[in-house]
C-alpha cells in the first residue's frame, strides 16, 4: 500500500473530514487490480463507482438483495 494524498470528503451530516488515500492490490470477482483505499475504523467494506464500470448493478430494496454482474456488450 503506497500513501497518495490527502482528500476532504463531506459527511451527510455535513461535516467535512481529511482522510489519507492509498493505492493499492485488490481483489475483485476474482481478479487483481490497482485501487485507491481510504482507511476507516468500520467493520462495514464500501467499494466506489469506478471498481463497477465494467459492471451492472441491481438493487431490490424489497427482498433486500444486491446483484453485481459482470456486463456484456458495449
Given at each position: 500500500?503506497?500513501?497518495?494524498?490527502?482528500?476532504?470528503?463531506?459527511?451527510?451530516?455535513?461535516?467535512?473530514?481529511?482522510?489519507?488515500?492509498?493505492?493499492?492490490?485488490?481483489?475483485?470477482?476474482?481478479?487483481?487490480?490497482?485501487?485507491?483505499?481510504?482507511?476507516?475504523?468500520?467493520r462495514?467494506?464500501?467499494?466506489?463507482?469506478?471498481?463497477?464500470?465494467?459492471?451492472?448493478?441491481?438493487?431490490?430494496?424489497?427482498?433486500?438483495?444486491?446483484?453485481?454482474?459482470?456486463?456484456?456488450?458495449?
Amino acid at each position: 500500500m503506497i500513501f497518495k494524498f490527502v482528500e476532504r470528503y463531506e459527511l451527510a451530516n455535513g461535516e467535512v473530514i481529511a482522510k489519507d488515500v492509498f493505492r493499492s492490490s485488490i481483489v475483485f470477482d476474482g481478479r487483481e487490480q490497482e485501487a485507491d483505499l481510504i482507511l476507516t475504523t468500520s467493520r462495514d467494506t464500501l467499494i466506489g463507482a469506478a471498481l463497477l464500470k465494467d459492471y451492472q448493478l441491481s438493487i431490490d430494496y424489497p427482498r433486500r438483495a444486491v446483484r453485481i454482474e459482470r456486463a456484456t456488450g458495449p
